[in-house]
């Protein structure tokens, strides 16, 4: 489904990805771990179009198409979703509306019929459930005003109601308290499906304990510098990420 | 107190929307019958005479003009603009008539029908549409077809071209006409008292509710004419009217001047709902061409209890230079001012209104949203002014702009002036970008650029949007590039 070949970009002439490999296969789940600042959120950005990071090099195929040639809304239409990070407040803009707006964008693109008010409220009444999502939110402007976790929980709702062939999750788990992880990882499992791919960018190894993964590859400087089943997860977090900084100084052993 | 922000980061989108044609340039041929240009009692004469007026009316008009002969163009506002040649625009120019005026629409210039078609005014439409809005049109000086005015007749109601009014309700004009704008409040009010051709008058008796939304078409057409329209609306105890406002004009390479006035007068317990979208010709993406908007527009509640609101969404025009205000002398009586103002590529709009409290427990609100874009100038000037005798009066205001692009500008000048040691005024500002960050989420949410700018722009401006009357809403904000947002949810 998606392949990343050589990937390097760079901000502002300084490189940040520095040869990135990835396979993802439909109906997998990919971690992708790393202390800060090893590039694993510009790793997500880049996927998703964002044109502060220039490519120098290497190439990133969807489903057969060049993806580094299409601009971030035609990634979005073909099925990939970014869960942000830091998800951004949209003043005065109301969230169904900014959903409904985006629900049918991609359907147009796709030659499907756009829903209805009527329609597309009884899919958000659906997926709402889900998530647990407090219905008030739905009236509220986007993300304006929500808590952090609330940013999350909307995210992975958006995500829900979008149904993308390829999510990429950055950081979903930061900022949640253990109840809402579990609530968001329930969310997240739910949309699994063997015709669509997961990648989960986190920090930690706790989300990957609710979303379980099939292969973690592990981030340090730009480069995957190891790849392995979940096990390579408990691994990390029982050495910690200095052990992997250690084995950057040699050349990149890939695995699994 | 001015702050001037420039915005540091470029966006594509907000560029592209900022450079988009204007879609409603085009000329119709129609031959004008026109004084030759130029200004001086002789003009005035004519233009009285061609319009057989009353000898009032001749007079009203050479005080003005003379009284204007005295005055200097004021400088004060914050846009630049050539120096206008007065000389060289012509004051009077009309469609050729047939005879007496249309019976009906039929009657009409198919010609001129069409030109309301382009614009989306379709006026037959309209009349088979059974009585939503009636339409008292104005194509270029003279009022070519009023519909529903039988209707209205029926409740009393007055409504039509101020041509008509003089000749018939000269009672009603000489007692009101000036008494709100008089000739000497300004250089442009003044100018336009001296050389108006016509405009609309309303008159609403006691205790009547006007059934139905009150419109009317302004449309600049004939080269280098400028347009001064007159505009009367007189709400009597306990009526209620609600009047809509709308331009549109031809694109064209002269900059039209145009210098309307607008007088309102409520009495006791009346509510006058006075509701503008104006897009004329803002000019090329040089600022050549477009139109110079320079308004005098002001309400009186004069009786207690009364109220007058100003919803106004100004998108075209070269230059805006308009202060809709109200002077708040019944006691109780209500005051408010929602504007929207677009500025884009050369347009500079300096625009507010002055509420002046003089009754006691008067209320005012202002919410004044600034949209800058292009090399757009957009300053917000606004006065509050509480007399000493108003107790209990209450201002609240918000003043918000938004930058898109690092070209342009947003100021705001509040000038505040209270008299009286009761009185609460809050005065509420903010100034946001459209950031990239909120454009790449809405484009990784499958939003074009474009339309992510439109959906913003429109979510920054919803609360003045929704006060306006339906039909209107949806004009604005097809005239912003925007999908109806709210439809759901």
Redesign the interface.
């Known amino acids: 489904m998606l392949s990343v070949k050589n990937l390097k970009a760079s901000i502002d002439g300084t490189e940040i990805l520095k040869g990135i490999n990835l396979d993802v296969k439909a109906g997998e789940v990919h971690a992708i771990m790393g202390p800060n600042g090893s590039g694993k959120s510009t790793l997500a950005q880049v996927i998703a179009g964002r044109d502060t990071y220039e490519v120098t090099e290497g190439s990133v195929t969807y489903m057969g198409k060049d993806l580094l040639e299409l601009p971030p809304e035609e990634r979005a239409r073909e099925g990939i979703f970014l869960a942000f990070q830091y998800p951004v407040e949209i003043p005065g803009v109301n969230n169904t509306y900014f959903l409904k707006a985006a629900l049918n964008a991609a359907r147009k693109h796709q030659g499907l019929e756009e829903l209805d008010a009527m329609d597309f409220l009884m899919l958000v009444r659906e997926k709402m459930k889900i998530i647990q999502l407090d219905e008030e939110l739905l009236h509220r402007p986007v993300n304006a005003g929500f808590s952090g976790g609330e940013k999350k929980r909307n995210e992975i709702f958006q995500m829900a109601v979008l149904d993308p062939k390829l999510a990429v999750l950055d950081e979903t788990d930061s900022g949640l308290d253990i109840d809402a992880l579990r609530t968001v990882a329930e969310g997240v499992n739910s949309l699994r499906g063997k015709d669509k791919a997961i990648v989960v960018v986190t920090h930690y190894q706790r989300l990957l304990e609710h979303i379980v993964p099939d292969y973690v590859h592990v981030l340090a400087d730009g480069r995957v510098v190891r790849s392995g089943g979940r096990e390579l997860a408990l691994e990390l977090e029982k050495e910690g990420y200095s052990w992997v900084e250690q084995q950057t100084a040699g050349p990149a052993e890939t695995r699994g | 107190m001015s702050d001037q922000i420039k915005l540091e980061r470029n966006s594509e989108a907000a560029e592209q929307l900022a450079n988009r044609e204007y879609k409603y340039g085009f000329v119709t041929d129609i031959e004008a019958d026109s004084a030759p240009p130029g200004l001086s009692e002789e003009i005035i004469r004519f233009i009285s005479a061609k319009k057989e007026e009353p000898e009032f009316m001749l007079e009203f008009r050479l005080k003005a003009f003379r009284h204007w002969l005295t005055l200097e163009e004021p400088d004060w506002a914050f846009v630049n603009y050539p120096a206008i040649d007065y000389q060289q625009i012509v004051y009077y120019s009309a469609p050729k008539a047939q005879g007496d005026g249309p019976q009906s629409l039929d009657e009409v210039d198919p010609k001129l029908l069409e030109t309301y078609a382009k614009l989306g005014i379709p006026l037959k439409e309209q009349e088979i549409l059974a009585g939503v809005v009636a339409v008292d049109a104005v194509f270029d000086s003279v009022s070519v077809a009023t519909t529903f005015k039988g209707k209205l007749e029926e409740l009393g109601i007055v409504f039509c071209s101020f041509s008509e009014a003089v000749k018939e309700h000269p009672d009603l004009i000489r007692k009101y006409l000036g008494s709100v704008v008089p000739y000497t409040d300004n250089f442009f009010a003044a100018l336009n008292a001296a050389v108006f051709t016509d405009g609309s008058f309303v008159y609403i008796p006691k205790g009547v509710r006007c059934p139905m939304e009150l419109s009317t078409y302004f449309r600049i057409n004939a080269a280098n004419t400028g347009q001064f329209e007159r505009t009367l609306i007189v709400a009597d105890d306990d009526a209620y009217v609600s009047y809509l406002e709308g331009c549109t004009a031809p694109q064209r390479d002269e900059n039209q001047l145009h210098a309307a006035v607008v007088e309102l007068i409520a009495a006791e317990n009346s509510t006058i709902k006075y509701s503008t979208v104006q897009n004329w010709y803002p000019g090329d993406e040089n600022g050549v061409g477009g139109i110079y908007n320079f308004v005098t527009k002001r309400g009186k509640c004069a009786g207690a209890n009364s109220k007058i609101s100003w919803t106004q969404v100004e998108t075209g025009s070269s230059i805006t230079w308009k202060y809709p205000g109200c002077i708040l002398q019944g006691d109780n009586s209500v005051g408010e001012f929602y504007s929207v103002a677009l500025t884009n590529n050369c347009q500079q709009a300096d625009t507010g209104t002055k509420m002046v409290h003089i009754g006691k427990n008067t209320r005012s609100t202002i919410i004044s949203k600034g949209i800058s874009a292009g090399r757009g100038q957009n300053t917000y000037r606004g006065l509050v002014k509480i007399l000493k005798g108003a107790d209990g009066a209450r201002n609240y205001s918000q003043c918000d702009s938004m930058l898109l692009g690092d070209r342009c500008g947003a100021h705001t000048f509040p000038y505040l002036d209270v008299q009286n040691r009761t009185a609460t005024v809050e005065h509420e500002a903010s100034t ?1 970008k459209i ?4 454009i ?10 474009e ?1 992510a700018v439109s ?2 722009v ?5 609360e003045v949007f929704s006060e306006l009357p339906m039909e209107f809403a949806v004009e604005a904000q097809k005239l912003l590039g925007i ?1 109806l ?5």
């Open positions: 946001s950031g990239e960050d909120q790449f989420y809405c484009q990784q949410r499958g939003i074009s650029a339309d959906m913003i429109n979510g920054f401006c919803k999908s947002e709210g439809s759901v949810g």
